[in-house]
């Protein structure tokens, strides 16, 4: 991405491989990226956590099979926070713990790394305030 000039100039994360796909901080991108389809890059002046998350949890709960209590009940219980505006943060540890390890399939599975993966990109060092003007 350097040699493209892709990247931007202030503090930045990365989603490699889709809504399945990896958060990498932009200290991880050091590792070689190769076949794996969609980059996103988040500039974190310009993106509204939550608004990615609640954007990710809705997608995640509209197309899941509803066939396992991890992925029926877990995105509409953290929609339901994004919604309220009370995000427990050790709540949501849990239901991704629980989507991770309990889901019947790869959905549930993928869909827990990955919002595992941005929950460590916002809470390790990526500090940020809730504010209108951001979009996901």
Do not use: W
Not at 95 to 105: A, D, K, P
Request: hydrophobic share 35%; glycine share 10%; net charge negative.
């Amino acid at each position: 991405m350097e040699k493209t000039n892709n990247l931007p100039k202030n503090n930045y994360f990365l989603r490699v491989g889709g809504n399945f796909g990896s958060f990498l901080s932009k200290e991880e991108i050091d590792i070689e990226l190769t076949g794996l389809g969609v980059i996103e890059i988040f500039e974190i002046d310009k993106t509204n956590p939550i608004a990615l998350i609640e954007k990710m949890a809705d997608f995640f709960h509209k197309n899941n099979c509803d066939k396992c209590v991890p992925c029926r009940e877990g995105f509409l219980n953290i929609l339901e926070m994004v919604k309220s505006d009370n995000l427990e943060i050790d709540k949501i540890r849990k239901i991704i713990f629980g989507l991770e390890n309990y889901s019947f399939c790869f959905f549930g599975k993928g869909a827990g790394r990955s919002l595992g993966g941005l929950f460590d990109i916002i809470l390790n060092g990526e500090h940020y305030q809730r504010t209108s003007d951001r979009k996901a």
